[in-house]
Structure formats: structure tokens, C-alpha cells
């Protein structure tokens, strides 16, 4: 199996895959959070986590691809992120904006290497610019209170890749 990823900006390269992306799938895992959650102004906030049984050695990359609605835009002076195990990572990570009352689903694909095999934390949060109480939504998951065109829930589609 090949991998093959592109988009129509030529100038992103924040998801670009590992050289010789080439292998096949070894295990792969679901997450879904449908909890309506009010972010926080502090400087940095994790919103949910979850457990990934990660099978391969450092031989393996974790392939994260993600959708995550939210609601009412408040600052791009924040950017969200995923963090395993202690270690962030804020590439790989987009807002698309939907123009309704300034609503986005962040749309999530990163690659992972090196990482050993076990359970793995992994957890999505936002920080803030230079220390400020800036975030970059009000609401993750909005429900039919907030406005009932959306969908109510996050999903994480967890891929490891034996090259």
C-alpha cells in the first residue's frame, strides 16, 4: 500500500509524509468525543484525551487524521495541538472555516515516528500566543444549541504503518 497526500495550496508543507511512505497498516484505532466543550481563556488548555495501544516498535509511524467541529471563532492569536506522551506538536493542524457565526472544523493529519510500542496518551488541547488568554473557539462539539446545521462530534482515525 502507498500513501499519496496532497492538497490545492502548493505552499503547505506542515502534513507532508515521511520519506518513503510505503507499507501497510498494522493496527489501527477510533476515537470519538461528542461532549459539548466551552474552551477555556487560560494560556493552555487540554480539551480530551484518550489511550492508543501503539503494537509496533520505533519502526512504525502513527498516522493521527482528525475532524473537530467548533463553534463562534475568538482569536487566531491561539493554535490548537496534539500532544503524546508529553510532546506537542502544532503542524499538521488546520481551521476551515464554515462562515456561519465563525464556525470551523480543525482538520487534523500528522505523522508520528519514533515512537515505542505501548499505551500512548494522546491528547488535544490549545495554546495561546506569547502568554495571553487568547483561544481560538468558544465551543468544541456544538450541539443543536449552539446551531443545529453541525455535527456533534470529534473523530480520530488512529493508523500505525509498518514500512
Known amino acids: 500500500m502507498s500513501i499519496f497526500i496532497a492538497d ?15 507499507g501497510h497498516i498494522t493496527n489501527s484505532g477510533v476515537f470519538i468525543n461528542r461532549t459539548r466543550i466551552v474552551t477555556s481563556s487560560a494560556v493552555s488548555s487540554n480539551y480530551f484525551n484518550f489511550t492508543y495501544s501503539k503494537q ?15 463553534w463562534n471563532s475568538d482569536s487566531d492569536m491561539a493554535a490548537y495541538f496534539i500532544d503524546i506522551d508529553g510532546t506537542k506538536k502544532y503542524t499538521g493542524i488546520q481551521a476551515n ?3 456561519a457565526n465563525g464556525s470551523a472544523n480543525i482538520q487534523v493529519l500528522q505523522f508520528w ?5 505501548g499505551s500512548r496518551t494522546i491528547t488535544f488541547g490549545q495554546s495561546s500566543a506569547n502568554g495571553t488568554s487568547n483561544r481560538p ?10 446551531d443545529g446545521r453541525f455535527s456533534t462530534g470529534t473523530v480520530f482515525l488512529i493508523h500505525e504503518i509498518q514500512q
Open 56 to 70: 509496533g516498535g520505533t519502526s512504525t509511524t502513527l498516522i493521527i487524521d482528525a475532524v473537530i467541529p467548533t
Open 137 to 146: 473557539a468558544n465551543v468544541i462539539n456544538p450541539n443543536t444549541s449552539d
Open 8 to 22: 490545492n495550496v502548493q505552499s503547505r508543507t506542515s502534513s507532508t509524509a515521511p520519506p518513503s511512505m510505503v
Open 97 to 99: 472555516c464554515n462562515g
Open 113 to 117: 515516528t519514533g515512537l515505542a510500542s
